[in-house]
């Protein structure tokens, strides 16, 4: 077990759950490093959530900005995000207002509209007010607002002994600067300018007092502006305008990198343009090339095992994203030994952080390489990426930063040598387990007692071995043919050991990880799908895996849970002890469909998408909880998940290529579909934009009960495609 100390430690990085989000539906906003949580008023108010806000570079520059009209908030009417994720808009209006002077003013004569999007580090706010009233009518505009300048981790729900020095705000006609300088020696700015001029200003509040005519309309503009960005020089409400234009664009033209499906079931298509959308947003631009970040709110930022996961779920669609990815790891990648930050030479970034926390080193995440699998898995992209492209080129760039993420996994990665790949944090301040499941009571024997380290999980084991073989298919694209050689012979080697050391025959499956004494933790988990997902696992095996993973203590009709019901430690609403990712059942359901599993994948794709029309905006989250599917019931949220949140907007696509078998063949210009089906919601799809091979490729599918018919809408160039029917 833990000691109490090590536990406590682990547990600081726990996110609260003091409030659901379901209780405040939350609307999300992100652009590049910033990104904004508030209420379907459009209102951050503390105390509800907690987590409200504008969000810069993990600190917190807008903690307080809500809206009243006549001394009382408005009556919500609708709210919603846009469909491409451009713009957040409320309807709202007046409630009956009884006037101190006896004139009463009715509910519903004031119309508001509050639009509100995130570009070129700044929020932009426009409030337009409209009088349905046949007379003239006097009412005040007041917004209130705050800046804590919290660190995100404070924010998650951290507490900290000592902060830095909040400074006066400095008030202007039209604006006001908000500022803090930590402890760090920062100075974090927030600038809020208005348009019109407000009657009244202070460091806290603005006011209008307006006199709107019968059918007249008046716009009010709000910019705020983090750090030292630069104002366009524009007023308030030309730079929404411009700004708005721009960050559209910059929308549209990242969708339209991506290959598109669509089909005859508009509830798919709905989530489909929905995940792109997601997908789209979370995308920031580095220098290395595009990089999704992991989520919003509590993840906005490079992660490397969920950058390499989404560049796996969306190869087919858009290999720019895993170039971007793989790129910007390289340039990330652990040169030297530091025991603060988990890293050793060659091993590949976990987390990126910017806050006053990270740089005092109060959390060790300021540039941290505690996960174990993000190395393997980067190697594995590098191949999948040639494997997709043939881009040679960026295949030789990336090879010196494949070779040191192969010697780390050979040499700091097998702390024993015995062969597999372990972690063992290097510090108490860091992540106690360092998988996808990294919250500290996640990996567990049969009893409940937590495995002790150096740990090697299942799921790792499988990702080393896929490795081994990726790089020799780069070593030998790239003339390397003893390399080659050499990874292929350890990739045989580590099958043999898996097999021999993770199954386990009475469990019907792997086990979910061996401990630092090798003794196995005997519990059915998710993770053992991803030994299918790689094929390290043996054919013989496939069969039982499955069945484990399809039984009803597994799979809870949504999705396969992470995991069984029959666990000492099972928890349907725990992050990794039960609950439902959409994810990991996306690359669960990719192991299925390579080992011939198709009818089994495609139940999976049909419990997570009837999930997704339950949930808002269409939207699938980070998790769900476990909870069996019941008649007429939708799944059951977890309070504080990510949405939008990168693997999970991904997932849908993955599971297209599960059940389509979906592949390619650069070589001959042709794009692969092994035994394809569609599941009983999807009738016809349509693929458009299939790059390959310098060409480009439109294909129409059919269901054809168990198989599925296909015709060509559109090629460009020499392409085509092949179809390997059962």
């Given at each position: 077990m833990q000691s109490s100390e090590r536990v406590d430690a682990a547990l600081d990085y726990v996110i609260a759950a003091e409030t659901s989000h379901i209780e405040i539906t939350p609307r999300a906003l992100k652009n590049e490093d910033s990104f904004a949580v508030f209420d379907a008023h459009g209102d951050a108010t503390p105390g509800t959530g907690g987590t409200h806000g504008l969000f810069h570079r993990d600190t917190r520059h807008l903690s307080k900005l809500f809206l009243t009209l006549c001394g009382v908030r408005p009556l919500l009417l609708s709210s919603t995000v846009r469909e491409d994720n451009a713009t957040f808009t409320c309807d709202m209006t007046n409630p009956h207002l009884s006037g101190r002077d006896g004139a009463d003013l009715a509910h519903s004569l004031i119309h508001l509209r509050r639009q509100r999007f995130l570009f070129g580090a700044a929020c932009h706010d426009s409030l337009t007010l409209h009088n349905f009233d046949v007379v003239s009518r006097d009412i005040e505009i007041a917004f209130d607002f705050a800046a804590d300048f919290a660190d995100l981790f404070e924010v998650r729900g951290a507490r900290r002994t000592r902060r830095g020095v909040f400074h006066q705000p400095r008030v202007w006609e039209d604006r006001v600067q908000l500022a803090y300088t930590g402890l760090d020696g920062q100075t974090r700015r927030t600038v809020l300018r208005f348009d019109p001029q407000p009657t009244e200003l202070t460091g806290e509040r603005a006011r209008y007092a307006l006199t709107l005519a019968a059918g007249e309309t008046l716009g009010l503009f709000i910019e705020v502006r983090f750090n030292d960005a630069a104002e366009s020089g524009r007023s308030a409400r030309l730079g929404f305008r411009s700004a708005l234009h721009s960050a559209r664009a910059a929308l549209r033209e990242r969708n339209a990198r991506a290959a598109s499906a669509t089909s005859s079931n508009q509830y798919f298509n709905d989530g489909l343009r929905r995940a792109s959308s997601d997908l789209a947003v979370l995308v920031t631009d580095t220098p290395e090339g595009p990089y999704p970040y992991a989520g919003v709110p509590w993840f906005s930022t490079a992660f490397g095992r969920d950058a390499l996961i989404t560049a796996f779920e969306t190869l087919w669609m858009d290999p720019t994203l895993a170039r971007g990815v793989l790129l910007y790891l390289a340039a990330n990648q652990a040169k030297?030994?530091?025991?603060?930050?988990?890293?050793e030479p060659g091993k590949i970034l976990h987390e990126v952080r910017y806050g006053e926390m990270a740089e005092l080193g109060e959390v060790p995440f300021r540039r941290y390489y505690g996960s174990v699998d993000s190395t393997p898995l980067f190697v594995m992209l590098a191949a999948a990426h040639f494997d997709r492209t043939g881009d040679l080129q960026t295949a030789e760039a990336l090879w010196p930063s494949v070779k040191a993420a192969l010697d780390w996994i050979a040499v700091h990665g097998d702390r024993d040598g015995d062969g597999f790949v372990e972690y063992h944090r290097q510090t108490d301040e860091g992540l106690s387990n360092q998988g996808w499941k990294d919250s500290h009571d996640s990996i567990s024997h049969e009893d409940g007692s937590l495995a002790r380290g150096p740990i090697a999980l299942v799921e790792v084991q499988a990702y080393v071995y896929a490795a081994w073989l990726g790089a020799a298919r780069l070593?030998?694209?790239?003339?390397?043919?003893?390399?080659?050689?050499?990874?292929?012979?350890?990739?045989?080697?580590l099958r043999d050991r898996f097999d021999a050391a993770f199954f386990d025959?009475?469990?019907?499956?792997?086990?979910?990880?061996?401990?630092?004494?090798?003794?196995?933790?005997?519990?059915?988990?998710?993770?053992?799908?991803?030994?299918?997902?790689?094929?390290?696992a043996r054919p013989e095996r496939a069969a039982s895996v499955v069945s484990a993973l399809m039984s009803t203590a597994s799979f809870s009709g949504w999705g396969v849970r992470t995991l069984s019901e029959e666990a000492v430690r099972y928890n349907p609403m725990s992050y990794h002890n039960g609950s439902v990712w959409p994810h990991d059942n996306a690359l669960i359901a990719m192991g299925f469909a390579r080992y011939g599993f198709k009818a089994e994948a495609l139940r999976i794709f049909e419990g997570l998408f009837r999930a997704s029309i339950t949930f808002d905006l269409r939207r699938l989250p980070e998790l769900f909880c476990g909870f069996p599917r019941a008649r007429n019931l939708g799944p059951v949220s977890y309070p504080v998940a990510c949405a939008p949140q990168a693997w999970a907007s991904a997932a849908p696509?993955?599971?297209?290529?599960?059940a389509l078998g979906l592949g390619f063949d650069?070589?001959?210009?042709?794009?692969?579909?092994?035994?394809?089906?569609?599941?009983?919601?999807?009738?016809?799809?349509?693929?458009?934009?299939?790059?390959?091979?310098?060409?480009?490729?439109?294909?129409?599918?059919?269901?054809?009960?168990?198989?599925?018919?296909?015709?060509?809408l559109s090629r460009v160039g020499d392409v085509g495609l092949i179809v390997e029917k059962p």
């Amino acid at each position: 077990m833990q000691s109490s100390e090590r536990v406590d430690a682990a547990l600081d990085y726990v996110i609260a759950a003091e409030t659901s989000h379901i209780e405040i539906t939350p609307r999300a906003l992100k652009n590049e490093d910033s990104f904004a949580v508030f209420d379907a008023h459009g209102d951050a108010t503390p105390g509800t959530g907690g987590t409200h806000g504008l969000f810069h570079r993990d600190t917190r520059h807008l903690s307080k900005l809500f809206l009243t009209l006549c001394g009382v908030r408005p009556l919500l009417l609708s709210s919603t995000v846009r469909e491409d994720n451009a713009t957040f808009t409320c309807d709202m209006t007046n409630p009956h207002l009884s006037g101190r002077d006896g004139a009463d003013l009715a509910h519903s004569l004031i119309h508001l509209r509050r639009q509100r999007f995130l570009f070129g580090a700044a929020c932009h706010d426009s409030l337009t007010l409209h009088n349905f009233d046949v007379v003239s009518r006097d009412i005040e505009i007041a917004f209130d607002f705050a800046a804590d300048f919290a660190d995100l981790f404070e924010v998650r729900g951290a507490r900290r002994t000592r902060r830095g020095v909040f400074h006066q705000p400095r008030v202007w006609e039209d604006r006001v600067q908000l500022a803090y300088t930590g402890l760090d020696g920062q100075t974090r700015r927030t600038v809020l300018r208005f348009d019109p001029q407000p009657t009244e200003l202070t460091g806290e509040r603005a006011r209008y007092a307006l006199t709107l005519a019968a059918g007249e309309t008046l716009g009010l503009f709000i910019e705020v502006r983090f750090n030292d960005a630069a104002e366009s020089g524009r007023s308030a409400r030309l730079g929404f305008r411009s700004a708005l234009h721009s960050a559209r664009a910059a929308l549209r033209e990242r969708n339209a990198r991506a290959a598109s499906a669509t089909s005859s079931n508009q509830y798919f298509n709905d989530g489909l343009r929905r995940a792109s959308s997601d997908l789209a947003v979370l995308v920031t631009d580095t220098p290395e090339g595009p990089y999704p970040y992991a989520g919003v709110p509590w993840f906005s930022t490079a992660f490397g095992r969920d950058a390499l996961i989404t560049a796996f779920e969306t190869l087919w669609m858009d290999p720019t994203l895993a170039r971007g990815v793989l790129l910007y790891l390289a340039a990330n990648q652990a040169k030297v030994f530091d025991a603060a930050a988990d890293a050793e030479p060659g091993k590949i970034l976990h987390e990126v952080r910017y806050g006053e926390m990270a740089e005092l080193g109060e959390v060790p995440f300021r540039r941290y390489y505690g996960s174990v699998d993000s190395t393997p898995l980067f190697v594995m992209l590098a191949a999948a990426h040639f494997d997709r492209t043939g881009d040679l080129q960026t295949a030789e760039a990336l090879w010196p930063s494949v070779k040191a993420a192969l010697d780390w996994i050979a040499v700091h990665g097998d702390r024993d040598g015995d062969g597999f790949v372990e972690y063992h944090r290097q510090t108490d301040e860091g992540l106690s387990n360092q998988g996808w499941k990294d919250s500290h009571d996640s990996i567990s024997h049969e009893d409940g007692s937590l495995a002790r380290g150096p740990i090697a999980l299942v799921e790792v084991q499988a990702y080393v071995y896929a490795a081994w073989l990726g790089a020799a298919r780069l070593a030998r694209a790239l003339g390397m043919d003893r390399e080659a050689a050499a990874q292929e012979a350890r990739a045989g080697v580590l099958r043999d050991r898996f097999d021999a050391a993770f199954f386990d025959e009475a469990l019907g499956t792997y086990v979910l990880a061996l401990d630092g004494d090798k003794k196995p933790c005997r519990v059915r988990s998710s993770n053992a799908g991803h030994a299918l997902f790689t094929g390290v696992a043996r054919p013989e095996r496939a069969a039982s895996v499955v069945s484990a993973l399809m039984s009803t203590a597994s799979f809870s009709g949504w999705g396969v849970r992470t995991l069984s019901e029959e666990a000492v430690r099972y928890n349907p609403m725990s992050y990794h002890n039960g609950s439902v990712w959409p994810h990991d059942n996306a690359l669960i359901a990719m192991g299925f469909a390579r080992y011939g599993f198709k009818a089994e994948a495609l139940r999976i794709f049909e419990g997570l998408f009837r999930a997704s029309i339950t949930f808002d905006l269409r939207r699938l989250p980070e998790l769900f909880c476990g909870f069996p599917r019941a008649r007429n019931l939708g799944p059951v949220s977890y309070p504080v998940a990510c949405a939008p949140q990168a693997w999970a907007s991904a997932a849908p696509f993955a599971l297209l290529q599960a059940a389509l078998g979906l592949g390619f063949d650069v070589g001959r210009g042709r794009v692969t579909f092994d035994r394809p089906a569609l599941p009983d919601f999807l009738d016809e799809l349509v693929l458009k934009g299939v790059v390959i091979a310098g060409g480009k490729l439109d294909v129409k599918i059919l269901r054809a009960g168990s198989s599925a018919a296909f015709s060509v809408l559109s090629r460009v160039g020499d392409v085509g495609l092949i179809v390997e029917k059962p």
